[in-house]
């Protein structure tokens, strides 16, 4: 996936780590709602081995959009229609979230909700897994 700063993050390189994967968009409200928290949770779970992925499915004639959007963001933040295949598609619905084991195995995944997804139900899916998982450098963290 080619980062908005225009840097390649390859998913393969964070084997080892367990990712959250956020798909998301400029236009979805709900998404927007649960960005802070999600950087809250990328800021405090990144020396445990946690890696938080978000991935705008905006088209890319909104850039910018999504530029100013994430400019407050500490995690990488990429659009789709930039990225290579990834397994994953376009999610039917916004917001969605992926728990991915340090062994690349999605764990969880979080669709939409009308309470918006909660930093303790990330951290309830994340910490079992934090036990298996290897710490390692986040490569993703050298933004």
């Known amino acids: 996936m080619r980062q908005l700063d225009g840097r390649v993050l390859d998913?393969?390189?964070?084997?080892?780590?367990?990712?959250?994967?956020?798909?998301?968009?400029?236009?979805?409200?709900?998404?927007?709602?649960?960005?802070p928290m999600l950087d809250r949770f990328a800021q405090g779970f990144r020396s445990r081995g946690v890696t938080?992925?978000?991935v705008s499915i905006d088209d890319t004639r909104?850039?910018?959009?999504?530029?100013?959007?994430?400019?407050?963001?500490?995690?990488?933040?990429?659009?789709q229609a930039e990225a290579s295949a990834d397994g994953f598609g376009v999610p039917g619905a916004l917001p969605m979230t992926y728990v991915i084991d340090g062994?690349?195995?999605?764990?969880a995944r979080?669709?939409?909700?009308?309470?918006?997804?909660k930093e303790t139900d990330l951290?309830?899916?994340?910490?079992?897994?934090?036990?298996?998982?290897?710490?390692?450098d986040d490569p993703a963290s050298s933004q």
């Open 11 to 35: 998913l393969a390189t964070l084997h080892g780590r367990v990712v959250v994967l956020n798909f998301w968009a400029t236009w979805c409200p709900p998404c927007r709602d649960e960005l």
């Open 123 to 136: 951290a309830s899916c994340v910490e079992p897994l934090l036990v298996q998982a290897p710490k390692r």
């Open 103 to 107: 062994d690349g195995v999605v764990r």
């Open 62 to 79: 909104d850039r910018e959009e999504v530029m100013r959007v994430a400019e407050k963001l500490t995690y990488p933040i990429g659009l």
């Open 110 to 117: 979080f669709a939409p909700r009308r309470s918006g997804l």
């Open 52 to 54: 938080v992925v978000g």
